[in-house]
């Protein structure tokens, strides 16, 4: 046997111990199958070479049992007895396979516990995991409630603010309500002289309605009451601004001081009946042409069609210091000749000329 060792060592001594391969780790699932292969081939293996081993071994113990070549071919060949190579043999093939078996249940063990082993891994890894997220959730809670107490602290301050502020707003309403009182009397007043209208009052906004007086040119019915909004602030000044949809006035505000407010009033009238009877020829001719009134420009567009437009100027004092003249006629965006237009006479008021404009066949 020692023979044998030794020539297995000269072969291949791996086939001495399949088992001492010089791996020291712990194999995974993978490695354990390639194992369970290879041995089953190295079992395959070790059988053919154990046949021949033991033919081998046969004929060298008939071989050192003779003295010449000629007892070779002269003598009966030996008996076979149930010892020997072959007994060794079996009693190797046996034990062979009990260390198969034994690798075997050894291996499913292995495979096993490196199952139990990734199973566990896989528990740690997730519980490491939500160990991180609650330590994020924590400081999460530990930065709103720091917030949390800032906001607190500044709402505290920003409270103290208001009620300091509050205190200062109820002396100002205290203040407001005796000017309440006043301008209702003022406006009770103004209402039987200068016929004035109010249409809603409140703490920061006051609205009134100017109709002019009737005159001997002008019925208080032909034109559109003046509608005037003053709005207050905290610092005891007003705003006085024309209303949206007024006929014709030029929209405007004026500023000042609560002092200044019967001034400001007086100074809105004079203009608005300075220009009552513009106004209300505007709005007369409204109600039969296509005009547009521009106050600022002291511009009247006239659209006689889809496509024809005409531009009236009106001067300053008009229509008793001054006159209407026209400016231009557009045809699709194109300057139309005006030059035989001839009016009858030197001042032309709107109502001429749109009449003219009107009834002109050269435009």
């Given at each position: 046997?020692?023979?044998?060792?030794?020539?297995?060592?000269?072969?291949?001594?791996?086939?001495?111990?399949?088992?001492?391969?010089?791996?020291?780790?712990?194999?995974?699932?993978?490695?354990?199958?390639?194992?369970?292969?290879?041995?089953?081939?190295?079992?395959r293996v070790q059988k053919v070479l154990w046949r021949q081993?033991?033919?081998?071994?046969?004929?060298?113990?008939l071989l050192e049992g003779l003295?010449?070549?000629?007892?070779?071919?002269?003598?009966?060949?030996?008996?076979?007895?149930?010892?020997?190579?072959?007994?060794?043999?079996?009693?190797?093939?046996?034990?062979?396979?009990?260390r198969v078996e034994e690798t075997e249940t050894l291996l499913r063990s292995l495979q096993d516990r490196v199952q139990q082993i990734q199973k566990?891994?896989?528990?740690?890894?997730?519980?490491?995991?939500?160990?991180h997220s609650k330590k994020q959730q924590c400081e999460q809670l530990e930065e709103s409630?720091?917030?949390?107490?800032?906001?607190l602290q500044s709402y505290d301050r920003h409270l103290n603010q208001l009620r300091a502020e509050s205190e200062a707003a109820l002396s100002q309403l205290i203040s407001w309500q005796q000017l309440r009182d006043e301008l209702q009397v003022h406006v009770s007043v103004a209402q039987n002289t200068m016929q004035i209208n109010l249409l809603?009052?409140?703490?920061?906004?006051?609205?009134?309605?100017?109709?002019?007086?009737?005159?001997?040119?002008?019925?208080?019915n032909e034109l559109e009451p003046l509608k005037l909004s003053v709005n207050w602030s905290l610092d005891d000044r007003f705003t006085l601004q024309v209303s949206e949809g007024t006929v014709g006035l030029e929209e405007d505000s004026l500023f000042g001081r609560r002092s200044e407010l019967s001034a400001a009033l007086l100074e809105v009238m004079q203009?608005?009946?300075?220009?009552?009877?513009?106004?209300?020829?505007?709005?007369?001719?409204?109600?039969?042409?296509?005009i547009d009134w521009r106050p600022a420009q002291r511009l009247l567009v006239y659209l006689k069609s889809a496509l024809l437009v005409?531009?009236?100027?009106?001067?300053?004092?008009?229509?008793?210091?001054?006159?209407?003249r026209l400016l231009s006629v557009r045809r699709d965006g194109q300057t139309v000749d005006t030059s035989g237009l001839k009016p009858h006479k030197s001042v032309f008021s709107l109502t001429d000329w749109l009449l003219l404009l009107c009834s002109s066949p050269l435009i």
């Open positions: 046997m020692a023979e044998i060792r030794s020539v297995l060592q000269r072969c291949d001594p791996v086939l001495l111990d399949p088992r001492s391969r010089g791996d020291s780790e712990e194999p995974d699932s993978a490695e354990a199958a390639s194992t369970v292969l290879y041995l089953t081939d190295s079992r081993l033991f033919v081998l071994d046969s004929m060298m113990s003295d010449s070549a000629q007892q070779l071919v002269t003598r009966p060949c030996p008996p076979q007895h149930g010892g020997g190579a072959r007994g060794r043999w079996k009693a190797l093939k046996v034990e062979s396979r009990l566990r891994r896989h528990t740690l890894t997730q519980l490491v995991q939500q160990l409630l720091l917030k949390a107490h800032n906001a809603s009052f409140s703490q920061s906004e006051l609205c009134v309605e100017l109709r002019p007086r009737p005159s001997s040119h002008l019925s208080s203009c608005y009946m300075g220009q009552a009877e513009l106004l209300s020829e505007v709005q007369a001719l409204r109600s039969s042409f296509a005409c531009h009236l100027e009106v001067e300053d004092g008009y229509p008793g210091n001054g006159g209407a």
